[in-house]
């Protein structure tokens, strides 16, 4: 087949290099991001030009340059991997065998732009990926294949993406070229009764409420670690949280130091306790969350939020 590839970092670059690698199809071209000033180029348009396939950084795919490039191309099929831009459904249609795209759920659940964020913070156990046939709607396209992972206890969103759904994901894409070439590719219409969407997870969405119970607290934390890191304040300081673990032990008020040690800084909730062992102020590196303390002149029995 010929194969346009729409992608960008470093999950589009395995992608890409992962099709190349297999060898069974021709791609004829691969869409990213321009590069900002000052910046290199995105990990795929980098991957393409070492592997000698041509590449297009248009700044909006919506421009028609972009459409009319793509469309010269004359792909069979575009393989979309992890996209930001909007893409034009003259892009999606166009392929005369359609375009498939990746999907970091078990669709029609989580829906939307942060869907490894919030079953973290809901504290579900399983999540999974989804190939799908976009279609004008958002994720609400027929599932092509899907690869359901469990999210450990202690989990957060950067063990769960790194560690299962970005390797995990590119195997599936893999897969998924496969079966559209040889046309065993399914097209299962999602079941909307079983829908969920949720926006962008912001810093304004993780802002900790010790009152609450430890594991909603914990599951808030792990589910914003890395990005975009849960928060509370110390006075007038707003610091992000990460490396967390949880305890049932004896809580006291609400947001209050109890322990400061090596480990981290173990603060009170509603019904447990939760650990701290990292944080950063907004701005500055992460650091370990004892060095922070100390540089604070912070003491237990002062409190947090």
């Known amino acids: 087949m010929r194969i346009t590839l ?3 970092s470093a999950f589009g670059q395995k992608v890409l290099e992962a099709l190349a690698q297999d060898d069974a199809d021709e791609i004829v071209g691969v869409f990213a991001p321009p590069a900002k000033e000052g910046r290199p180029d995105d990990p795929v348009i980098t991957s393409a030009k070492e592997l000698g396939i041509q590449s297009f950084d248009f700044k909006r795919l919506r421009d028609q340059e972009a459409v009319d490039q793509f469309k010269a191309l004359d792909p069979e099929l575009c ?4 996209v930001t831009d909007i893409v034009p459904m003259e892009m999606i249609n166009f392929p005369s065998l359609g375009t498939i795209q990746y999907h970091p759920s078990m669709l029609p659940k989580h829906r939307g732009p942060s869907s490894i964020n919030w079953p973290i913070i809901n504290g579900e156990t399983e999540t999974g990926l989804t190939i799908f046939w976009p279609d004008e709607g958002l994720d609400t396209g027929p599932v092509l294949k899907q690869v359901p992972v469990e999210i450990g206890s202690d989990e957060t969103l950067g063990s769960v993406y790194f560690n299962k759904l970005f390797p995990l994901g590119v195997e599936a894409m893999v897969e998924s070229v496969n079966l559209v070439r040889e046309g065993n590719a399914p097209r299962i219409v999602q079941d909307e009764s079983g829908a969920t969407y949720e926006g962008w997870c912001r810093a304004k969405d993780v802002t900790v409420d010790w009152s609450a119970d430890s ?3 914990f599951n808030m934390i792990r589910g914003g670690d890395p990005q975009p890191g849960a928060n509370t304040v110390f006075g007038e300081t707003v610091v992000s949280l990460y ?6 032990s004896s809580p006291a008020s609400a947001g209050e130091i109890l322990e400061i040690s090596d480990s981290g800084i173990t603060v009170s909730a509603a019904d447990g306790t939760v650990t701290i062992g990292r944080v ?3 701005g500055g590196p992460k650091q370990s969350a004892a060095e ?4 604070k002149n912070i003491s237990v029995g002062d409190r947090l939020g």
């Open 79 to 82: 393989v979309m991997a992890f």
């Open 215 to 217: 594991s909603t607290v």
């Open 280 to 282: 950063r102020e907004k």
């Open 6 to 8: 729409i992608g960008q």
């Open 243 to 248: 490396d967390a673990s949880r305890s049932d």
């Open 292 to 295: 922070w303390a100390e540089s």
